[in-house]
């Protein structure tokens, strides 16, 4: 995000001789205007309006804003001198972006400590470390591909990406331009180079958004090809300064348009940035092209007026402001998010672009004593950056104090040395609905837990959404047992794999865990959200499975997964029927056909999901450390689809399927806390913890073995 300013202090002014080849000269009001379209829309968007859902193409519009505006300042510069100063670009760069984003990233990270619960310091830190670097776009990138880290609450700072992206375009660019600078037709060759660049990139960005969606969007591989647009406009700003006018405010009438339909249009299901991206990039970009011939009546009669201007001035504040403020003030005010308390905190947010614009943004870059030498702006950029960073990774050393209170029964203890494990489960978890004080047992524990994974996951035993086959023998329990159990399912299967890990092992038998991440058991093709495609990838991982079942012959199957069907099924005919009731039969059938595919297996058991907490339980239970109680979950609420669990359940206890409905192992008393004795019972919004899972195998055992066979 930058200024739509070409300021003549950024850089030396065109000779009029060569004007007509350069980038247009002087303050855009109409830029200044497309960036407060472009904030408004992402913080519309990000506060919940749902008319507005595809308002993350602001983003876009910014890119391309920016790689207009900073080719302009580069061509300026090569035409006058021939050459590009890069400690003076960088230096300017430093001077413009770092001052306010160093005061937003420390503000956030105080407010962090202070309101958001302590489990997740620990990661913001990280984020706030990736940030002082531009390299926060890679760290969310390979989040986004941890199956595990789905569901987790978005980081307050990870609205730092477009930054990173844009910083490390910026890294390349000057560079490469240089390079084919030189002669009479430097504007061809740069032109040229840029639009190969272009062309690749884009290309990537749509193989990629199919293939490995959170790359393609967090990517600056997958981006750059949206700054290189803004910067082929500039290089042909010259010629589009000389377009007939009626057409130039077409383009800037037609331009501004299509992005604001790409923002009504496009949703959290749309699959971007790929082709979608070209919507908003091209309409931002005939914006621009159109004003460059100064259309009287073109769109910049509209935004580049008053108002438009005064919010496009302060647009990178607001950027970086929003989104922490969205993520923090609801918590530090305890208030529950909504849209009108998001709209009023977006409001909020602004005030504190205007003070810091006032206070930071436009003393520190206007300043004679950092303009006059590159150095000092490069030298500010290295300390703002420096302290950030050091900032970060100190404090990530540290968790915020959690109160707790007497310590508790060791579960796995109790469960152990009882003779009836599953009675004096059942004794604990009642004497643990309505808890009042976090154990102090658990409390160390308490901000790993969220990230704690078993074995399974360790020894990448686990599939990813990308990931086809096991690289490995993944064998577990007693590896030289002589009868074989398998585990198959998705992540929820997984969260059985400690117990089952024990129990086999206690019993010589070998355990194949055969998991996948999202992959329940029906054989369904589900449209997955996280993909936005089908999910193909799991049918034929499923496919697999059952065929290796049916060649090795187990003496047991064991299967679980979840009971909702993620973005919805496709019927016989390819058809996606989107989540909901009526969709109970066809999930159904494809039970049986799983079901038919294993019938030669001797012992077939099925777990039945297992309740869900309020919210994500390490959470709620270190927002909530001397009230435990309100994290408690009534069990009607707990179940998740339980017209369809019941029907799943009568068909397998017809195909003679042992059913193991486990919601007494969560539940008591019509309640589903999320603590027993001193332990916590999930790990996330909807996965058993490890811990828990471990605690419960002398439970699980008296079930698969009720004989001790």
Known sequence: MVSSTIDVRDAPATPPARRAEGAHIGFRPDIEGLRAIAVTLVVLSHAGLSRFAGGYVGVDVFFVISGFLITTLLLKELTRTGKISLPGFYGRRAIRLLPVSTVVVVATLVATWLFVPATRFKSISLDALFSTFYGINWRLAYEGTDYLNATAAPSPLQHLWSLAVEEQFYLVWPLLLLAVWAGRRAHRRAAIALSILVVVSLAVSVQQTTAAAPWAYFGSHTRAWELGIGALVAIAAGRLSRTPKALAAALTWGGLA?????????????????????LPVLGTASVIAGGSAAAGWGAGKLIGTAPFRFIGKLSYGWYLWHWPVLMIWPLAFLRDPSIKTNLVFAAGALGLAFVTYHLVENPVRTRPWLRSRAR?????GLILSASAAALALIAGQFTPPIPTGPDKLDLAAELKAADNPQ????????????????????????????????????DNCFLGYWTDKQEQPCVYGDPSGTKTMV????????????????????????????????????????????????????VQF??????????????????????????????DNNQLRRPGPENDQAWIDGWQKTWTMLAAVPSKILIQDTPYPTGTAPEC????PRQLFK?????????????????????????????????PWF????????????????KDNNHMSVAYSMALAPVLDRVLFPAGG
């Open 621 to 624: 239970a270190a927002t909530n």
């Open 631 to 663: 994290c408690d979950r009534p069990q009607a609420k707990a179940i998740l689809a339980p017209r369809r669990r019941a029907s799943v359940a009568a068909g397998a206890a017809k195909n003679g399927i042992k059913v193991v409905n486990a919601t």
């Open 423 to 458: 009675a004096r489960l059942a004794e604990l978890i009642g004497g643990s609905v309505h808890g009042s004080k976090l154990p102090g047992n658990l409390t160390p524990k308490l901000t790993r837990a969220g990230k704690l994974n078993s074995r399974l996951y360790d």
């Open 376 to 380: 000092r702006g490069l030298a500010l």
């Open 542 to 571: 499923r496919d697999q499975v059952l065929t290796r079942i049916r060649a090795e012959k187990p003496e047991m199957v064991v299967m679980s997964s979840n009971d909702t069907e993620n973005g919805g099924i496709y019927d």
């Open 667 to 682: 539940c008591a008393k019509s309640t589903c806390p999320i603590v027993v004795g001193n332990t916590l019972v999930y």
């Open 487 to 538: 585990l198959i399912g998705d992540s929820h299967a997984a969260a059985w794999f400690p117990a089952l890990d024990e129990v086999a092992r206690d019993h010589g038998w070998k355990l194949l865990p055969l998991a996948k991440a999202a992959c329940q058991v029906p054989s369904v093709l589900n449209y997955n959200t996280v993909l936005n495609k089908p999910y193909t990838g799991c």
């Open 258 to 278: 299509a992005v604001i339909v790409a923002a009504l249009r496009y949703d959290e299901s749309t699959a971007f940035p790929g082709y979608a991206a070209l």
